[in-house]
């Protein structure tokens, strides 16, 4: 039977499986998980967006030049990847529990990273717009695929923290990105090729590289995991059981309806679309918009170092701390004001070194915001099928912000950028405002659920109920919504 204890105004189920005459650590199975999978997805989110936002160094290292881009020409190439990146996540997170994840992620990575070489070698506006757009379409599964394959592993109450660090990877490919391209930059002439084509090039070679890796490293699910003792197993395919009340993990077609109809997927999915945009436009258009600060474009590779550093740890430490109060909602309410902050500072300053402030304190906010929304998605839908769609649902709309931040920084709006600053802070104020629609809409299902077990005399652990509350997955009375 499950113990039910209070964190906050959330109700955590806490799952005490006992084996018999075996003692399973429940810290020590999690930190095994935490070893074998986080750094390997990290790396691989890392990649990719490394790969997605790179062409925004590019262009400051000569790309709209010698491809003769104007206007909005280079915005219209970048939102175009998001076209199919949006469309096709649901496919591809079906696609996951048909072909197996070690089998999937490492095949789309493979792709893009192809992809990327063969952008080394563009010569014109239309060829770059192709490129993006199969860009797009090999990268759209990485994100809400590795997103669902960690909630596979991971019981509800330790999402938060696993997808901070998962997540923390792209406002670290930023840093890394950056210095990166300062180093390859220098590059420029170097087999007859541009300082932009070098870093194509390389990154995407060292993402095929990676992939081929993939196929061997990655595992399934954990029933099968390797580097888990069979006890260990055992406890962890019963806590999952048990965290979720023993939702459905088969793939069928009523629980990919269930998530499409589901309203609390749209408004999980506008949460996400309004933190998308800052946080699409922030790892776009950083270099971008520490130029218009006044530093010199060689400079601004290396002043997008700190922020994304800095949105990395506290990302990190706002998923710990989410999981141990065992709430969503709060902390993307306050993400979305730290970032509101960060940006009325850009908005408002003339001053370069005030500006630069500004960058840091919405990377504190932006991508912890970000976190907890898609920790949120997971710990609100009830097995397996149903969990992978809501995700790609919210992450699929969600990503349409990614297009609108395509488009918020113009070129003839340099140097300050006051309408994309602004676009910004509109979108944190939604996004505040959102998050507390959520957790009272909620908390009141929560209430509504429980005055039904009391009215039913519902309890955990009902073996003649447990099959027709596994089909139910979150509407069961037993299941509980994360605040």
Known sequence: MSVEKKS???????????????????????????????????????????????????????????LGLTGVQFNLCSAMFFIPYC????????????????????????????????????????????????????????????????????????????LGIFISASSMSGAFGGLLAYAIERMNGIGGLAGWSWIFLLEGLLTAVVAIAAYFYMQDYPDSATFLSPEEREWLVETLKQDTAGSSRTLKLKFLLQALRDPHAYLLAAMDFVVVVPLFAF???????????????????????????????????????SDRAGVRGPFVFGGACITLAGYTILFATEA???????????????????????AWTS????GDTKRGAMIAVVTGIGNLGAIASSFIYRQKDSPRYHPGHAANM????????????????????????????????????????????????????LYRYTL
């Open 8 to 66: 906050g105004s959330l109700e955590i189920q806490e799952v005490p499986v006992k084996l018999e005459g075996r003692k399973v650590d429940r810290d020590r199975v999690l930190r095994k998980l935490d070893w074998h999978l986080l750094p390997f997805v990290s790396l691989l989110y890392l990649l990719a967006y490394l790969d997605r936002t790179n062409v925004g160094n590019a262009k400051i290292a000569g790309l709209t030049g010698d």
């Open 87 to 162: 469309t096709l996540n649901i496919p591809s997170n079906m696609a996951i529990k048909y072909f197996r994840p070690s089998r999937w992620i490492p095949s789309i990575m493979f792709c893009w990273g192809v992809i990327m070489l063969s952008m080394a070698f563009v010569k014109s506006y239309a060829g770059l717009m192709v490129a993006r757009v199969f860009l797009g379409a090999a990268e759209s599964g990485l994100f809400p695929g590795v997103s669902f394959y960690l909630c596979l592993w991971y019981p509800r109450n330790a999402h938060a923290q696993r």
């Open 283 to 321: 790892g776009l258009f950083l270099p971008t918009i520490i130029v218009g600060l006044g530093y010199s474009s060689l400079h601004a590779q290396l002043l997008t170092i700190p922020p994304n550093i800095l949105g990395s740890i506290i990302t990190i430490f706002v998923g710990a701390l």
């Open 352 to 374: 370069p070194v005030a500006g630069y402030i500004g960058t840091l304190v919405a990377a504190s906010g932006i991508y912890q915001a970000s976190t907890c929304v898609i």
């Open 379 to 382: 710990g609100n839908a009830g």
């Open 426 to 477: 509109a979108c944190c104020c939604l996004l505040a405002s959102l998050s507390v629609i959520g957790m009272l809409e909620f908390a009141r299902l929560n209430r509504a659920k429980h005055a039904q077990c009391a009215r039913e005399g519902i309890v955990a652990g009902d073996e003649s109920r447990s099959e027709e509350f596994a089909e139910m997955g979150d509407r069961s009375p």
